[in-house]
């Protein structure tokens, strides 16, 4: 299973970038993926979640109203769209897959926990004021 991350990039304060995680070597049509990144100095933080479907979302309080998260099962793609992007955002962005498997990365929904086993190298995005 490998997930493959894109899209990142260096951009001012205010602008936009669209992140995608390219899914191969196995489906995760049938789970959740979500979003993570790194801050500099700061531990890995969960940014967003999409159920298996692509209906239900979940975000963190920190990117809510800016970030949207989305899916293509039929490309086996997940998509972060940022808009309104702040220096506070500079961070490396990983992508992460549920399996079914346990021993993950777990988060606490609204609807459930979601455990994240397989992950992406990670995107790097850089936001200048």
């Known amino acids: 299973a490998q997930l493959v991350e894109s899209g990142g990039g260096s951009v001012q304060a205010g602008d936009s970038l669209r992140l995608s995680c390219a899914a191969s070597?196995?489906?995760?049509?049938?789970?959740?993926m979500g979003w993570f990144r790194q801050r500099p100095g700061q531990e890995r933080e969960f940014v967003a979640i999409?159920?298996?479907?692509?209906?239900?979302?979940y975000y963190s309080d920190s990117v809510k109203g800016r970030f949207i998260i989305s899916r293509d099962n039929t490309k086996n793609t997940m998509y972060l769209q940022m808009n309104s992007l702040k220096p506070e955002d500079t961070a490396v962005y990983y992508c992460?897959?549920?399996?079914?498997?346990?021993?993950?990365?777990?988060?606490?929904?609204?609807?459930?926990?979601?455990?994240?086993?397989?992950w992406g190298q990670g995107t790097q995005v850089t936001v200048s004021s």
């Open positions: 070597g196995r489906t995760f049509s049938a789970y959740a």
């Open positions: 999409v159920g298996w479907s692509g209906t239900s979302t």
């Open positions: 992460a897959g549920e399996t079914g498997e346990a021993g993950g990365v777990v988060v606490e929904t609204p609807e459930g926990q979601a455990v994240f086993v397989s």
